[in-house]
């Protein structure tokens, strides 16, 4: 299979006059979409805003409340079930800010697209390399794969940020390895879904990345993709693998990885066998489709264990691409606060990036923080050192090197970019300050 990022780009234009000529700017994605109130622009008539959006695909312009819905879109999700005519209007609004990001240069854009990536690359590369062992690496994210006689079950799908906390990853081959599941593993920046070249603007080097990943993907023969990234699975579904239609339909199906491992609770649901008495709650977001309710079917097939609801309100798909940093910081102080109250035990998250920032407030709260694989890990008799937040519990750029100088020998890692990265990375406030007494006031 081919992929020519020409014509990716070409067809995503076609489905965006697609929009244009079957939307009626009747307003239903409009009213039951969080990101007006959480941004607080006026969306009181929501066919005004909807047909703002129409002539923000049109002409490039459009009024100031439908610009501002575009810029805070979150990607909720709600609007997926409520249009009658057949459109994704997150698709819509995904290709209103493409709209938006080409008032740039091309070149500006590019380069933009360009610096994103290379930073990710670097903070992928350094961070992964200073927890596993070249063996581990090389499970976790292969340069290349035997060749096979037939086509694996699945590919394992890490995306690209996931390497950064990477016992999340082997778990999941743990488990995939116990259900004798066969596999292919995929992921890292050489295997990127070029989402961060889409979100600059260029959609041209977004379209040949992307494609690209598609192409490795199909020479595989597998038949369906196990995405961990919600960002991935919503630029694979979404925008990519829509324009690539070969015979009427998809070279392959990419699944969230706790709806496969949902989709056969049956065989696992057996090797779940440890008690595990922990009172939990979720950090999850509506915006992957199934993924809340796929792990809280699994999670709750393990002995012992109890879920307890915190009832708060829920947007976006995941943390770190909240739109609304002030939104972003009340939401996670309110969690906090409310499984503080709940008296759970533990606090589950469910992405990895989620993961990177909710570690670093376990020590100011009377619960632990974890992965929600490390629960199905625990009750399966799995473990593996969760390290990013060893080091990041640290705070100490010295001490974590020391801690870490035989994984930089074994990885040949130069000590000034390890050590930047750290800093940069590590030892930051990000979201939220971990500190509950450096909240912003009326936060908590």
């Keep these: 299979m081919v992929v020519n990022p020409i014509d990716i780009v070409h067809s995503l234009e076609e489905r965006v006059e697609d929009i244009l000529h079957n939307c009626t700017a009747c307003g239903a994605c409009a009213n039951v979409c969080p990101t007006p109130s959480i941004d607080g622009f006026d969306a009181s008539d929501p066919e005004q805003i909807t047909q703002g959006i129409l002539s923000l695909l049109k002409t490039g312009q459009g009024p100031d409340n439908a610009e501002a819905w575009t810029k805070g879109c979150c990607g909720s999700g709600f609007c997926q079930s409520v249009c009658e005519h057949g459109i994704n209007p997150r698709f819509m609004l995904a290709m209103a800010k493409l709209k938006l990001s080409k008032r740039a240069a091309p070149q500006e854009r590019k380069q933009k697209g360009k610096g994103s990536f290379k930073t990710m690359s670097r903070g992928v590369r350094l961070l992964s390399r200073l927890q596993l062992t070249p063996e581990l690496m090389a499970k976790l994210s292969p340069s290349s794969h035997p060749e096979r006689t037939t086509a694996p079950d699945i590919i394992f799908y890490t995306g690209c940020n996931m390497l950064k906390t990477p016992h999340i990853g082997l778990l999941c081959l743990d488990v995939l390895d116990r259900l004798n599941v066969s596999y292919e593993v995929h992921g890292g920046p050489a295997n990127c879904c070029g989402i961060l070249q889409l979100r600059t603007g260029d959609d041209e080097n977004s379209a040949r990345q992307g494609g690209k990943t598609i192409e490795r993907f199909a020479k595989t023969g597998a038949s369906e993709v196990l995405s961990w990234c919600p960002s991935c699975e919503i630029q694979f579904n979404e925008t990519l693998l829509p324009s690539v239609i070969v015979d009427k339909s998809k070279p392959f199906d990419v699944t969230m990885f706790s709806i496969f491992l949902a989709r056969h609770l049956d065989r696992l649901k057996p090797l779940m066998t440890r008690a595990v008495p922990k009172r939990v709650a979720l950090h999850e977001y509506p915006g992957s489709i199934g993924v809340t309710d796929s792990v809280i079917a699994v999670l709750s097939a393990i002995p012992g264990l109890e879920l307890v609801d915190l009832g708060l309100s ?102 000034e970019d390890m050590r930047d990265q750290i800093i940069n990375e590590m030892l930051v406030e990000e979201i939220l300050a971990a500190d509950p007494q450096k909240h912003p006031h009326g936060l908590v």
Excluded: C
Aim: hydrophobic share 40%; net charge negative; proline share 3%.
């Design 314 to 415: 829920r947007a976006g798909y995941q943390l770190g691409t909240m739109t609304n940093s002030d939104y972003a910081k009340k939401h996670v102080a309110e969690l906090l606060r409310a499984g503080q109250e709940a008296e759970i035990t533990t606090f589950a998250g469910i992405y990895h990036a989620d993961h990177r920032e909710l570690i670093r407030h376990e020590p100011y709260w009377p619960f632990e923080v974890v992965n929600y694989m490390d629960l199905i890990g625990e009750s399966m008799g799995l473990s593996r050192p969760d390290l990013y937040k060893k080091f990041r519990l640290m705070q100490d750029a010295d001490l974590i090197m020391s801690e870490a100088k035989e994984m930089i020998l074994a990885n040949n890692l130069d000590l």
